[in-house]
Nanobody
Framework: QVKLMESGGASVQPGGSLRLSCEASGATSTRYCMAWFRQAPGKAREGVAALDSDGTTSYADSVKGRFTISQDNNGNALYLQMNNLQPEDTANYYC???????????????????????WGQGTQVTVSP
């Protein structure tokens, strides 16, 4: 049983940067896929970025060139570096994990919530003047 805990959300002005962290504890595995999602009020949960246990990454078109997903400690820590933040990035950001390497499916179908079995509680990112 894995527990995920996000941190790093804050209020920031447009053009600013934030770095989100997700710490995994409990029964972690050597094969996995991890991802960041975001959800704004009244909108569907959106996949932002994903990373698997061999380091392959995938990004939503809306964040390519601005956000970078990375890991430390064999996937027990996950990060999202967010640069040039804009008001449309405002959302609750969630960390997610699965014991299967979902990257082939993600590349075919996108970063979707159904691929992930374990979720953190979310951290709020607000971008406003």
């Amino acid at each position: 049983q894995v527990k995920l805990m996000e941190s790093g959300g804050a209020s920031v002005q447009p053009g600013g940067s934030l770095r989100l962290s997700c710490e995994a504890s409990g029964a972690t595995s050597t094969r996995y896929c991890m991802a960041w999602f975001r959800q704004a009020p009244g909108k569907a949960r959106e996949g932002v970025a994903a990373l698997d246990s061999d380091g392959t990454t995938s990004y939503a078109d809306s964040v390519k060139g601005r956000f970078t997903i990375s890991q430390d400690n064999n996937g027990n820590a996950l990060y999202l570096q967010m640069n040039n933040l804009q008001p449309e990035d405002t959302a609750n950001y969630y960390c997610a994990r699965d014991i299967y390497d979902r990257m082939s499916a993600i590349q075919a179908l996108g970063i979707i919530p159904a691929f992930f079995s374990t979720w953190g509680q979310g951290t709020q990112v607000t971008v406003s003047p």
